[in-house]
């Protein structure tokens, strides 16, 4: 098994940052491929952003393109997702998941998930 905890979510005005953060427990967390996903009320949970297992390889949504950075430190069992000029539409519950060596941008192919963060971005 392995555990998930996200934080570093909450209220923040339109153009500011929020870094998230993923903190993993149990197994090897560097065997793992991870994934940053949304969801919105109402809306289809997507990904916004994947890391593969050694961190060479990346992925990001076309709508984060260029405003958020995915990246994890496996010394630390820790990913990190940066974002920056947020926008309104960025708000929703974000989640950090696992998904045994390579990223897929299906979300039910990952096998773990945390209990997800809150972002909510004011206009």
């Known amino acids: 098994q392995v555990q998930l905890v996200e934080s570093g979510g909450g209220l923040v005005q339109a153009g500011g940052s929020l870094r998230l953060s993923c903190a993993a427990s149990?197994?090897?967390?560097?065997?793992?491929?991870l994934g940053w996903f949304r969801q919105a009320p109402g809306k289809e949970r997507e990904l916004v952003a994947a890391?593969?297992?050694?961190?060479?390889?990346?992925y990001y949504a076309d709508s984060v393109k260029g405003r958020f950075t995915i990246s994890r430190d496996n010394t630390k069992n820790t990913a990190y997702l940066q974002m920056n000029s947020l926008k309104p539409e960025d708000t929703a519950v974000y989640y950090c998941?696992?998904?045994?060596?390579?990223?897929?941008?299906?979300?039910?192919?990952?096998?773990?998930w945390g209990q997800g963060t809150q972002v909510t971005v004011a206009s």
């Open positions: 998941a696992l998904r045994y060596r390579a990223y897929v941008l299906k979300w039910s192919e990952y096998a773990y």
């Open positions: 890391i593969g297992w050694g961190g060479g390889g990346k």
């Open positions: 149990g197994r090897t967390f560097s065997d793992y491929a």
